[in-house]
């Protein structure tokens, strides 16, 4: 247990640094939260279980604005709702500096609530800690493998909270690892929710990367729609040219300048990016302006090949009566960027007189094209391979993603560049990925409770089991120990028959039937046998003579037990004294065949002394004794015989 904590202790250390530096560098929602994190396992480790579940509950709730921000529905709440609402609370924030992302919101709720349930392994923590390294692990690839083009929403933490938010899960699986590595019910219920919470992930990002696509594919569509609009505005606007330049071959003469302004307002309030419509003459000159305002009156009667020679390519052959041509991006007399479209004016005999010229300001033919756009939606610039010639959009939050579009004005190509405002492509997605992320990281909690009950239930289930089965093997051995107590109470546990007390209990039952005899015997000179062949020897014989007994008194419904020593007694219920005179002469040559000899080969044998009891009341203290006279002078009559005692 010590290593454990001392580790995370070290690893407690390394987070604090790591989250210290973090806040210095940034001050964000995220870096705040991880320091308020670790400031509750610190709690933790101090034992100040109060100050550690208050704190993982106010980071908790400065968390939980942000979680509810990303799976609210955008008819519940808008994105600009939620923006006001940001810039009511921090003057000029944007949404993103108010909420963490994504990933790291839910991982350090996920850290918060496990030390809320004080680290329980009852109560989900462990699937908890698991679900936090998940993520942690995502947003790690994430960051390894990129995206093109890039994710709209910021799902992942920096590189250095990234590595504060390891330091801080292994702290955490340091500390609680050694109460839980040893229980198996853990592991059963962990697993299989660990595996529906990866599922999860892998889904969200799937729809996520899937949903973003399509956004990105709809505003490049978008872009496409402006784009085509534009060339179809500016094909519009040269064919009208084209009639207009043929008109002229009606008059045959060079139009004077009422006829030059009535026919040019038309196609001037029509095209009103037309800076002017001019007619040059074949010497540059030019001679008529509409519509007339100051700075096209400046410019009348100037000739343009002096005043503007950067065109003078373009409308040299316009004048000889060729082609009609268009300058590049040019400077415009009038001032600003402009292409200068010219058209040959010739009589009927096809004779040219000079040339009309219709001058496109840049900034101009912008704003009233986009003037139906929504400027807080994107953010529009027009420009060429050096400068903006023209920008559109109030949007101070440009999105990750720019669409560039080239279209040609004259001989000059010009890009478009549309970047939609990150506001509007936030109300633009949908949060149905997120909603089922965290309604997948819920049922994969329900699962864990669920499967934990049941494993914890089943373990004790086991345990009571094997509990019972011990229990159970307890009382059969204290049964078996019980038994054995009550055996060797009642018999010799050298010979295995009855011992002296059992004899005499049972004797004191059998005493119904009579007559009723009894046989006291004695093995001769066994003290010699131990004293000579050694004591194992004297218990081979004792163990000889009671079987060959117990068999013989068995056979005739008797009882034969080891009354002490090398004496044997025998109870033979209704069996009067001749029969058991037989029994104790058969016995005693039994125990002679038996080949058994004293350390000088002479056999081993027995010598007996018989009582029989027929009448009256039974004392077994007077039969004892005078069987104990009948075996006495068996013996002094040189033994191995069998001798008679009185009836009793």
Known sequence: MYLPTRLATWLLLLTSAAAAVGLAYSLSLSTITLFTSILALWATFAQRDVLARSLAALTLALLLPGLVSYITPEGWISTAQWQAWANGIFAHSRLETWRAPLLVTLTLALLALSLLLRQRARLGAPLLLAAALLLLCT??????????????????????????????????????????????????????????????????????????????QRTHAEGDALITRLQSDIQAHRQAMRRFSHFWQLLDDVPSAPQWARQAADYHTDFRYFLN???????SQVTHVYPPTLLNRNIQGQRLFEAQPSGRQALAPVLEGKSANSTGLVELLQGGPGIIYYWPIKTADQTPVGAAAMAVSIPMLAD????????????????????????????????????????????????????????????????????????????????????????????????????????????????????????????????????????????????????????????????????????????????????????????????????????????????????????????????????????????????????????????????????DEALYRAKEQGRNCVQSAKTQ
């Not at 419509?277 to 010497?283: C, G, Q, V, Y």
């Open 368 to 627: 009233i094209l986009f003037a139906s756009l929504t400027p807080e939606h994107a953010t529009l610039r027009w420009h060429d391979s050096g400068s903006v010639l023209a920008r559109f959009g109030t949007s101070t939050d440009p999105g990750p993603w720019q669409h560039h579009f080239t279209l040609t004005l004259g001989q000059a190509p010009l890009t478009l560049t549309r970047q939609p405002s990150r506001d509007y492509l936030l109300s633009q997605m949908p949060r149905l990925p997120s909603i089922g992320l965290i309604l997948g990281l819920m049922l994969a909690y329900l699962l864990y409770l669920v499967r934990y009950t049941f494993k914890r239930l089943g373990e004790q289930h086991r345990a009571m089991r094997f509990s019972n089965r011990m229990l159970q093997l307890e009382i059969e051995k204290r049964s078996e120990l019980q038994k054995e107590v009550e055996w060797l109470a009642s018999h010799d546990e050298l010979t295995g028959i009855a011992n002296r007390r059992h004899f005499l209990a049972q004797a004191s039952k059998l005493t119904h039937s009579l007559p009723l005899s009894l046989i006291l015997c004695d093995i001769d000179h066994f003290k010699r046998i131990n004293d000579q062949l050694g004591h194992l020897v004297g218990d081979d014989y004792l163990e000889a003579t009671a079987k060959l007994g117990a068999t013989l008194m068995a056979q005739h419904g008797g009882l034969f037990a080891r009354y002490g020593g090398e004496e044997f007694v025998a109870w033979l219920p209704a069996a009067d004294h001749q029969h058991a005179l037989a029994i104790a002469e058969q016995l005693r040559r039994q125990v002679m065949a038996l080949s058994l000899t004293h350390a000088d080969d002479t056999p081993l044998t027995l010598s007996a002394g018989v009582v029989t009891h027929t009448q009256g009341e039974v004392d077994m203290t007077h039969l004892m004794q005078a069987a």
């Open 277 to 283: 419509i001019a007619f040059i003459a074949t010497d």
């Open 139 to 216: 947003q790690f690839i994430d960051r390894l493998i990129g995206h093109d083009p890039p994710t709209l929403l910021h799902y992942n933490a920096s590189s250095g909270t990234l590595l504060a938010l390891a330091l801080l899960i292994a702290t955490h699986i340091a500390l609680v690892w050694p109460h839980w590595r040893d229980k198996r019910y853990v592991a059963g219920a962990l697993w299989p929710a660990t595996i529906l919470m990866l599922l999860a992930l892998l889904l969200w990002q799937q729809q996520q990367r899937h949903m973003e696509s399509a956004l990105y």
